[in-house]
């Protein structure tokens, strides 16, 4: 495992993070607590040492688990937290997403809480989840500093979502000098990615970017192929059939990245996030002791050569020669500011 440095905050991440969305929930699949904390463990005994998670999983539920492996092995550890969310006052309909509340002092002491159940009396890295710009104001950027300056948070971030897209607000986090800007990113799915690259590079900015969804929903690493049937709960089945038809086609198109074997499709597309200096760690969604096997030894991976990162943008800029609709195009990009952010990066037609 290799480390890189979060922004400049001095905070240590792993390469490769573990996305603890999938402890405390059954929105990946159902699996017992038991096998959860097991997982964290093994992560550990792998060389992963940064661990996201946040308070709206499982309604506090995945900080909780965390907090067990954190009170004996806490010194390994790099944790991530986001607060936004107000489940405490709000039920959980389905899969649907909750109302938000940024205002300080409901965030502060949602913060105290999330210390309380991660046991411990501050967190490595506090990330906003999935704001409006509008949301950041300067008293919302006031209470950040505050946490940070009084020791509560050693790095501040924004988690940016549900689904894809918030190109202002990302934009905004750099700016801002927040240490981490956290989205979805992959091989599939380069817009944000490019766009948040190039901001990071045009403005200078220290800000380490984390993207998520590596393996694009289970096509990347071929955990979803045309024979897989996915479980009641499973959130990959909210993919639309077309992304994972046309995914099949495109990934065929990416077979060069394996090496003859020295790298597996699943390394290869943690190998290509990681060719950016501006990531500073990726966070895919491990489900088994496997996934975390494979995927901790990614860095180990001969690194993407420039020729193969030129072949990757190639196919991406040709839709990797397949041309029919995948269900999940541009148009869909998500935005607060009514599309002006996503129209001033080309993504939104005028």
Excluded: C
């Amino acid at each position: 495992m290799h480390y890189r440095e979060l922004g400049d905050s001095g905070v240590e991440v792993s390469e490769v993070g573990f996305g603890a969305w999938v402890v405390g929930t059954d929105w990946w699949g159902d699996r017992d607590e038991s096998d959860a904390l097991e997982m964290v463990e093994y992560a550990l005994d792998a060389g992963i040492t940064y661990f996201d998670t946040g308070d709206v999983y499982g309604h506090g539920r995945s900080e909780e688990l965390l907090g067990e492996v954190i009170a004996e092995r806490g010194e390994e550890m790099t944790v991530g937290t986001k607060v936004g969310y107000d489940f405490y006052n709000n039920p959980q309909a389905g899969h649907g997403e909750l109302p938000k509340e940024m205002h300080p002092d409901y965030l502060r002491d949602a913060v105290d809480r999330s210390l309380d159940r991660l046991g411990v009396d501050h967190v490595d890295y506090l990330q906003l989840h999935n704001p409006n710009v509008a949301e950041m104001t300067d008293e919302v950027l006031d209470l950040l500093d505050d946490l940070r300056d009084e020791g509560v948070a050693d790095a501040i971030g924004i988690a940016l979502g549900p689904s894809i897209g918030w190109l202002a607000e990302g934009e905004f986090a750099i700016d801002e000098a927040f240490d981490g800007v956290q989205y979805v990113g992959n091989v599939f799915e380069q817009d944000v990615h490019r766009h948040f690259v190039e901001h990071v590079r045009e403005t200078g900015a220290e800000t380490s970017l984390i993207p998520r969804v590596p393996h694009s929903s289970g096509l990347l690493n071929e955990q979803v192929t045309p024979d897989t049937e996915l479980g009641e709960g499973d959130h990959r089945g909210f993919r639309p059939d077309e992304w994972y038809e046309t995914g099949w086609e495109k990934l065929e198109t990416l077979r060069f990245l394996e090496r003859d074997g020295e790298r597996t499709m699943g390394q290869s597309a943690l190998q290509w996030l990681l060719s950016y200096d501006e990531v500073a760690s990726v966070t895919p969604t491990f489900r088994s002791k496997a996934d975390i096997d494979e995927w901790a030894a990614a860095p180990e991976t001969p690194a993407l050569s420039e020729a193969e990162q030129r072949r990757v943008a190639e196919l991406y800029d040709e839709n990797f020669g397949v041309d029919r609709f995948d269900g999940m195009a541009g148009e869909d990009y998500r935005t607060s500011v009514d599309g002006d952010d996503l129209r001033d990066a080309g993504l939104l037609a005028d």
